[in-house]
């Protein structure tokens, strides 16, 4: 085949130029700062807080379409009915819509005086401008991952199977329990998985419903853009490749995962 | 009247029961309602509170049609570029044999696992007034963070991978006996990519160029660190709805907002439609 050398090297030039090259002054700049400064600037009270609450905000959320992402993929795959194709073409809708445009829907929704938030407000349950607007806004983000997941292996899953289990006695929820869940386990957690990092590094949709109080429900990301707003360039570089360290090591996991499930799967 | 004794019907044992179904589609389609559609609604809802007119006019007013053109200026280079790198990737990787092809495709991956906070952050520590070339750009004369540039620069990177991922496990699967084919009888190189690669991979090329453009037009994180959020000159659409909402011009900011959701949607619609008409071509569809 041709163009080897043309394409290979364009390629190589624009993923330095463009991802490589700017990730290298991210890993560079905190070093300004010294060992002892970056320890610091990563293990601050503030940051520590913030790290927290990204990371269990996102893992809540996350499991969170775990479970319902698993029940909206069996019942778009399994079953018919009215409104199908509607529901399968929305479920993509946290991919399209801009997220800084559902941070200020979600935000009127669950303001006190919104559509739900005037709902919960009687029970005391207070969403927007707490932790649990973080929640909700990153499980609005991750939707989409455990559902487009799941799919196309439960779509692929031969029913024999199934039939096979019930003829051999096993009741519906044993079938379940013991043939189609392990098939689609790999998937399954790599959907969360997938839906856990975008959650973390998740900024647009966030940042409107948060509140953004300190040390109580300032994200990651928005602190990183504090420290640079302050002209704090080591210090929000020390955290974001803190954050970008985690990344790189759930990136692994997950490709691990895919490993998996292709195996599982030939 | 006499009555028919019960007959039992079949029910298929890889079937749930009736109850079962119901429930579980209704908990299927409450849980997309509550997240999915009821923002939407919200946000069209909110766009035409104080009437059609507020909301042509906080559309036609003069930042908001700034920014409505700057988010086109900055999608308009970024995703053709994208694209190109997408071909030549997937060109390079799919039709060669080559050492660390793996690794070279989990880098193009990166950037989707990385914060949008911080594919802004990395331009900025790189050309900013503080970072390692600003200096000596600024000598030159050059701006790129606070300007069109660094947007661009920003929305290339978050918007990176998309068409690379599409067309990539679409030409491996392809494989290149059609292009050897070709070359055999002749073809030059150029006239094999044109004639042969592109017609194959064309449903999927658009179908990446779809979802690229999309999250281009509507990236908020990475553009709002390198923009400056100056009104007019280096706002998008998102980042004007953020200066609105904050503002507490809520008609206009979701006004504004509308205008994307309905960008969203038309992506939605064409992105469904190519799934259904050319599923078989777009060997990435339902992977993300």
């Avoid at chain 1, 890993?27 to 320890?39: D, H, M, Q």
């Avoid at chain 1, 905000?57 to 795959?77: C, K, Q, Y």
């Avoid at chain 1, 029970?123 to 649990?132: D, N, S």
Wanted: with cysteine.
């Amino acid at each position: 085949m041709p163009g080897f050398g043309l394409t290979f090297g364009f390629t190589v030039f624009y993923l330095s130029a463009i991802v490589l090259i700017p990730l290298a002054a991210l890993l560079i700049r905190p070093w300004e700062l010294g060992v002892a400064g970056v320890i610091d600037a990563v293990s601050a009270p503030r940051v520590v807080a913030s790290l927290k609450l990204s990371f269990g905000a996102a893992a809540i959320a996350s499991a969170i379409n775990g479970v319902f992402g698993l029940i909206v993929a069996w019942v778009l795959v399994r079953y018919r009915f009215p409104g199908k194709r509607i529901v399968d073409a929305l479920v993509d809708l946290p991919f399209a819509l801009p997220t800084a445009v559902a941070g200020i829907a979600l935000t009127t929704l669950y303001a006190p005086n919104g559509w739900i938030g005037s709902a919960l407000a009687p029970f005391g349950i207070h969403v927007a401008f707490t932790p649990l607007g973080i929640v909700v806004a990153l499980t609005f983000i991750g939707l989409p991952f455990v559902v487009r997941s799941v799919q196309p292996v439960l779509d692929d899953l031969d029913r024999e199977y199934e039939e096979a289990a019930a003829t051999l006695g096993a009741t519906r929820g044993q079938a379940f329990r013991r043939v189609v869940f392990p098939t689609i386990l790999p998937a399954w957690l790599t959907g969360i998985a997938l839906a856990f990092a975008r959650a973390v590094g998740e900024y647009g949709s966030v940042i409107f419903i948060a509140g953004n109080m300190p040390f109580i429900s300032e994200i990651t990301p928005l602190l990183i853009v504090i420290k640079l707003e302050q002209f704090d360039y080591a210090g929000a570089a020390a955290v974001g490749a803190a954050m970008l360290a985690i990344s790189f090591a759930m990136l692994l996991a997950i490709n691990t995962l895919q490993a998996w499930a292709r195996a599982r799967s030939t | 009247m006499t009555a028919s004794p019960p007959r039992k019907e079949f029910h298929p044992p890889t079937r749930e029961s009736f109850a079962t179904r119901v429930v579980l589609v209704s908990v299927a389609v409450l849980y997309i309602s509550l997240f999915l559609f009821t923002p939407l609604i919200a946000v069209f809802t909110e766009g035409f509170r104080n009437g059609v007119d507020a909301f042509l006019n906080a559309i036609v007013e003069k930042d908001a049609l700034a920014a409505v053109k700057l988010t086109f200026i900055v999608a308009g280079i970024a995703v053709p570029l994208n694209s190109l790198f997408g071909l030549a990737a997937a060109w390079a990787i799919a039709k060669h044999d080559f050492k660390g092809k793996s690794l070279l495709i989990t880098l193009i991956d990166l950037p989707f696992s990385v914060s949008p906070v911080i594919s802004g952050l990395v331009y900025v520590l790189l050309f900013g007034a503080h970072g390692f070339l600003g200096p000596t750009l600024d000598a030159l004369g050059i701006k790129i963070i606070f300007t069109t540039a660094g947007l661009v620069l920003a929305t290339m990177f978050v918007t990176f991978p998309f068409v690379a991922r599409e067309l990539i496990p679409l030409m491996q699967e392809q494989g290149v006996s059609e292009e050897e084919a070709a070359i055999s009888l002749g073809a030059s190189g150029w006239q094999t990519f044109w004639n042969v690669t592109l017609p194959n991979v064309r449903w999927a090329l658009l179908y990446g160029v779809l979802l690229c453009n999309a999250r281009a037009m509507g990236e908020f994180g990475a553009v709002s660190v390198v923009s400056g959020h100056i009104r007019g000159l280096t706002n998008t659409m998102p980042l004007h709805v953020e200066i609105l909402y904050n503002e507490y011009n809520f008609a206009a900011a979701f006004a504004v907002a509308s205008l994307l959701a309905l960008l969203a949607l038309v992506t939605l619609v064409l992105k469904s439609a190519l799934e259904w008409h050319y599923g078989e071509e777009i060997a990435a569809s339902h992977r993300h």
